[in-house]
């Protein structure tokens, strides 16, 4: 910067003014030196004066000011005592050596590079410091973010699928803290169904599913309120229910037929046979495929052996996507026509039922005891042990004791009609005494007896028909106890226990003390004899093999009233 205004330079006549600005720079340095500022105006006031005059000689002569500044150091030399130019240097030299004015350093080219230089050297630092930090920075936030965010589950697969339930399996997903398993049936919309909240459980079992339908599943790992991707599986088909064998014999040589139950989600079903001890194989088997036919005849067996068979049901025959087998059952191939006492077709009765055990009908006449205890004892060990029985009442006296009646409804007792009031026998009962005790007791309990017994046990053309059209089977006996003339509980007992076989009805009365006493001792010790204690319709539908006819009467699980 230069001390000297335009004005001075105008005054000097100078036109070029930026030209001898240059020149005096030097001049500007010396004139700051506090300790000759005086002096340095002088010097300078001469020298521009001088060097004027030069400037105008070497603008006329051609030669550039800056060629004569050795003549105007030596002048200057010369004339006077005063500080010269080396003077001056000298003192800036040891000037520099002191932290110098950065104003006036900058001046100096070689002070300039290196501040440039050193500037571009903050400069990069700053910069690559920055990206440094940034880096970390950048570093560091990943870190956070992998460590808390959740991953998602691998290998999500059905691990066991069967009619009504699917079992999923996959491997754990990264910082997981639990899962949840989100379903949807058929296209649907997905639902959430389950949470896990322990993420080392890597299983979700998924049950009361429908039958041969298709499902898809959908599991997202949690993490605290974060979710995961969800994962999802393909749509899984759950497998048809397996059919169950209600029947298999042998009734043709060389034949052995079979019943199941019907599955009506089912296409067809498939039959597998095997000679007693041998092994399934794919040649003998049968397909039915009918969903409706629930029978098939296995024939070219041989005879005198005994065969095993199995049914499942199939949704497609020739992809996986069948039930289970049914349990298998063992039938002896007979080698003449035999007459095969028929066996139930409706299973429905009681699912828990074996056909094939031994069971009795206990019956109890002449209820509702009024006012006695002994009704709801004979319930209290029926209901103990599951065992059923047949209770035929008295219309008058069943608005007594309708909590007693409703009980036997709750407890699934067949509730049997024993006319109004027990007044008139054989050929005496009306009609009107039928209908009247099927009122009372439907008065009472809000249910229609399903089945009648005459008192006195002695039918008439008259009862049969108002039981037909009463839509009520007629059951007799096979067992009489006597107890309403023996009142002996120890009698009673024996006269059951002791005699009793499958299929038999047994006659008791529900109003004495002493029947109450033998039902207790003996229903736990038919059962542990292996007897099922049913009643009277599910023995003739199941030991019959038929649901018993309105307005027959029975005797027994096998014999109607007149045949031997
Ligand atoms: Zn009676």
Known sequence: MSYYSDEFFKEYGL???????DDFEYEDVYSDSSQNQDSGYEDVYSDSRRSRDNTRQNNRSGRSPYDRQGDYRDRRDRNTNRRTVRDYD??????DRRPSRPQNDSRRPQNRRRRRRSRLFRRTMIVLSFAAVLFVLIGVIALIVSSSSVGEVQKLAASDVSANQIVLSWEKAKNASGYKVLMSKGGADFEEIQTIGDPDTLTATIPDLEQASAYSFSVVALRDKKEGKPVLTESITTLPQTPEITNSFSAKPGVMHLDWSENPKANGYIVEYKKDGGE?????????SDPAECKADIENLEVNATYAARVCAYVDADSQLKSAPSDEVSVKIVDKETEVMPKAKDQKVDGALDVNKPMIALTFDDGPAVDQDCGDRILDVLEKYNAKATFFMLGCNAGEEPDNLKRKVSLKME???HTWNHTHYGGEVTAEDVRMGSNGIYDACGQFPTCFRSPGGMTTGTILTECAAENMAVYYWS???QDWSSRDADAVYHAVVDNVKDGDIVLMHEIYGSTADAVERMVPELIEKGYQLVTCHDLIALKGGSEPTPGVEYVDAFRQMGQE
Do not use: F, P
């Open 90 to 95: 000298r003192d800036r030299d040891r000037d």
């Open 15 to 21: 036109t070029d003014s930026d030209e001898y600005k």
């Open 280 to 288: 399934y194989t794919a040649d003998m088997t049968l397909t039915v």
């Open 479 to 481: 067992i009489d106890t």
């Open 415 to 417: 509730i049997g009609n």
